[in-house]
């Protein structure tokens, strides 16, 4: 009779927070997944008043993207983002203008306003340009990993983060693959949100963790909870230590939800009932920790009202901006996508 496998050394493991972080860390923190979930709103508002063509909400992903971009150290460590981490994009440094430029599809935006909205870009930023194709960007992330070590850049990572859903991709396995054996200095960062568009996590995998998915790769494997951006922080940063200390790749997986639907151009209603999104808002993380910080004396109720209005404020200047801003030239059209005026009807 086959007998039960012995605990692996890379069986994953579950994570408490036990990093201090300051009051600032903390407020930064709060600030952080407020303006993600404004921006996130503002998106679909403005998709339904018919001003942009498209946005991804990540509602539910706010203290895995917050707490994430604050273990990332700007102008060292390099991003490997997908389609949902405009959040996260902005706590590594992105400007919430810039987001507008894409949203709106300006001059301006750092992709000219031709790249698909919320793929974003900012070399000077360290964050990644990525495309649509799930787990695409991943190799591309053990790559940059890779020329970290090549070049003997011992105090930078990368973190690369993606949904449950790229796990059925064969390149998210090549990447881990990759990464575990050359022992890479990247941070994997899972934001599980239970769909991947209609298809739910038991219509994706046999297993219940991604996190077990790392033993095979060589590498530990962290279940962290998604909502709590302490914890997250604690995974990131702890994971990153061990990255720098060449201790090789971590493969966190965060547990979150996503609230929304998939884009403004889906609709969640229908394939999942109300009364399961309804369910999951009892961990809304963004009420959550405010009623944390309330609770632990680091913000009183007036310094949250305070904090809501301004980040409001600067969200509405960002739209307002953006949208008073040029589309740009038809001219333009092969800039950047091929060199010199092609024109293929001449
Ligand atoms: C290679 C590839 N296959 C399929 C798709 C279609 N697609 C777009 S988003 C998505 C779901 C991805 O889910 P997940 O990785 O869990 O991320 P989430 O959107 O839930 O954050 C799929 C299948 C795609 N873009 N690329």
Same mark, same amino acid.
């Given at each position: 009779?086959?007998?039960?496998?012995?605990?692996?050394?890379?069986?994953?493991?579950?994570?408490?927070?036990?990093?201090?972080?300051?009051?600032?860390?903390?407020?930064?923190?709060?600030?952080?997944?407020?303006?993600?979930?404004?921006?996130?709103?503002?998106?679909?508002?403005?998709?339904?008043?018919?001003?942009?063509?498209?946005?991804?909400?990540?509602?539910?992903?706010?203290?895995?993207?917050?707490?994430?971009?604050?273990?990332?150290?700007?102008?060292?460590?390099?991003?490997?983002?997908?389609?949902?981490?405009?959040?996260?994009?902005?706590?590594?440094?992105? *400007?919430?203008?810039?987001?507008?430029?894409?949203?709106? @599809? $300006? +001059?301006?935006?750092?992709? %000219? &306003?031709?790249?698909?909205?919320?793929?974003?870009?900012?070399?000077?930023?360290?964050?990644?340009?990525?495309?649509?194709?799930?787990?695409?960007?991943?190799?591309?992330?053990?790559?940059?990993?890779?020329?970290?070590?090549?070049?003997?850049?011992?105090?930078?990572?990368?973190?690369?983060?993606?949904?449950?859903?790229?796990?059925?991709?064969?390149?998210?396995?090549?990447?881990?693959?990759?990464?575990?054996?050359?022992?890479?200095?990247?941070?994997?960062?899972?934001?599980?949100?239970?769909?991947?568009?209609?298809?739910?996590?038991?219509?994706?995998?046999?297993?219940?963790?991604?996190?077990?998915?790392?033993?095979?790769?060589?590498?530990?494997?962290?279940?962290?909870?998604?909502?709590? *951006?302490?914890?997250?922080?604690?995974?990131?940063?702890? @994971? $990153? +230590?061990?990255?720098?200390? %060449? &201790?090789?790749?971590?493969?966190?997986?965060?547990?979150?939800?996503?609230?929304?639907?998939?884009?403004?151009?889906?609709?969640?209603?229908?394939?999942?009932?109300?009364?399961?999104?309804?369910?999951?808002?009892?961990?809304?993380?963004?009420?959550?920790?405010?009623?944390?910080?309330?609770?632990?004396?680091?913000?009183?109720?007036?310094?949250?009202?305070?904090?809501?209005?301004?980040?409001?404020?600067?969200?509405?200047?960002?739209?307002?901006?953006?949208?008073?801003?040029?589309?740009?030239?038809?001219?333009?059209?092969?800039?950047?996508?091929?060199?010199?005026?092609?024109?293929?009807?001449?």
């Amino acid at each position: 009779m086959a007998k039960a496998p012995s605990a692996h050394p890379h069986a994953p493991v579950a994570v408490a927070s036990h990093h201090e972080l300051s009051k600032e860390q903390l407020r930064a923190l709060f600030r952080s997944m407020l303006l993600q979930r404004t921006v996130d709103n503002r998106g679909f508002q403005l998709n339904r008043q018919g001003k942009i063509p498209f946005a991804a909400g990540s509602e539910g992903h706010e203290a895995v993207q917050a707490a994430t971009g604050m273990a990332f150290q700007r102008g060292k460590d390099l991003l490997y983002p997908y389609y949902r981490d405009v959040g996260l994009c902005m706590a590594c440094g992105f *400007p919430t203008i810039e987001v507008f430029y894409s949203l709106f @599809a $300006r +001059a301006k935006d750092n992709g %000219g &306003g031709r790249q698909f909205p919320s793929h974003l870009t900012k070399r000077a930023a360290g964050i990644s340009s990525f495309s649509s194709i799930i787990a695409g960007h991943m190799t591309h992330a053990v790559g940059a990993a890779y020329a970290l070590k090549y070049r003997n850049e011992r105090d930078r990572v990368v973190i690369c983060s993606f949904g449950e859903g790229s796990t059925s991709e064969g390149e998210w396995h090549e990447a881990l693959n990759f990464a575990g054996l050359h022992r890479l200095p990247i941070v994997f960062v899972c934001e599980n949100n239970k769909w991947a568009i209609s298809t739910p996590q038991e219509k994706q995998m046999a297993v219940q963790d991604v996190a077990i998915k790392a033993a095979g790769y060589g590498m530990q494997g962290i279940i962290v909870d998604g909502f709590d *951006p302490i914890a997250v922080y604690d995974a990131v940063t702890t @994971a $990153r +230590a061990q990255a720098l200390d %060449g &201790g090789g790749p971590t493969l966190i997986e965060a547990k979150c939800y996503r609230f929304l639907s998939h884009t403004t151009d889906d609709d969640d209603r229908t394939y999942r009932s109300k009364a399961e999104v309804e369910s999951h808002r009892k961990d809304d993380p963004v009420p959550r920790f405010e009623h944390w910080l309330l609770e632990h004396g680091v913000m009183s109720a007036g310094d949250v009202a305070a904090m809501k209005k301004d980040v409001l404020r600067e969200v509405n200047e960002c739209t307002d901006a953006a949208e008073a801003e040029p589309y740009p030239q038809a001219s333009d059209l092969y800039t950047n996508v091929v060199e010199g005026a092609w024109e293929p009807w001449q």
